[in-house]
């Protein structure tokens, strides 16, 4: 039987190559030592000892997620070890796992539903400041596929992507194709460009005379008012 990997487990970025890499080489040394856990018929903990396990060839013994855990909470259990995450990432997949709703509940909740968290709840959970779950909301509700992505991957952060977001889509799509620095580029705010100054016009004779006419005009004013 072929398996998805569930929303939960791909809140997560995934492996990088080196790590893959051993991975399948132990996979193939030594077997699948811990069986994958499923959860709706899908990998919710275990997917990179899914995926190298098919790709060597290799059976992968299986275990049902228990029915009276919180999913959201085992996800994050299981992945709380990976203290190679930027505080964007982390801020990144907190934001998407309690975005999650199961198929029979509504997605639209209260903020008192046990599946609600506020952003300090949230701040506290992935252990980044309130700011940057906001940014991460904001990179959810606007950006597109790539620039999630680019946070998802560790590539920009989610203050980067969430000054994105505010752009059209396919200004968007346009920046992010061109690569991270092209965000970082696009997310600086447009430089003040101040006004030039007029440059006086060459002071001439003429306006010598002019100035010492007004000043001898002034003098016979005052001299005639005492």
């Known amino acids: ?3 998805k990997q569930h929303p ?3 809140a997560f970025p995934a492996m990088q190559p080196d790590e893959y890499q051993a991975l399948k080489d132990s996979i193939e040394n030594i077997g699948i030592q811990n069986p994958i856990t499923l959860f709706e018929g899908m990998v919710i903990d275990g997917w990179h000892r899914y995926s190298a396990a098919n790709e060597v060839g290799m059976h992968c013994p299986t275990v049902e997620m228990d029915c009276d855990v919180d999913p959201r909470d085992f996800v994050l259990a299981q992945n709380k070890a990976r203290r190679n995450l930027t505080g964007s990432q982390r801020a990144d997949a907190v934001t998407n796992v309690y975005q999650w709703h199961p198929a029979h509940r509504e997605k639209k909740q209260e903020v008192t539903s046990t599946f609600s968290k506020t952003n300090a709840e949230l701040a506290a959970i992935a252990g980044v400041s309130t700011k940057t779950i906001q940014q991460a909301k904001a990179v959810h509700a ?3 596929q790539a620039v999630q992505d680019a946070v998802k991957t560790g590539a920009v952060s989610v203050e980067i992507a969430a000054a994105v977001s505010k ?3 396919k200004e ?6 061109k690569g991270p620095e092209a965000m970082r580029a696009a997310a600086k705010p447009a430089p003040v460009v101040e006004p030039e100054a007029e440059e006086p016009e060459d002071y001439t004779e003429l306006d010598a005379l002019q100035d010492s006419l007004s000043a001898l005009n002034e003098e016979n ?3 005639n008012d005492q």
């Open 1 to 3: 039987m072929i398996f």
């Open 8 to 10: 939960l487990s791909a």
């Open 142 to 144: 606007g950006a597109v």
């Open 167 to 169: 752009l059209p889509a």
């Open 172 to 177: 968007q799509k346009k920046i992010a194709a």
């Open 221 to 223: 004013d005052r001299l």
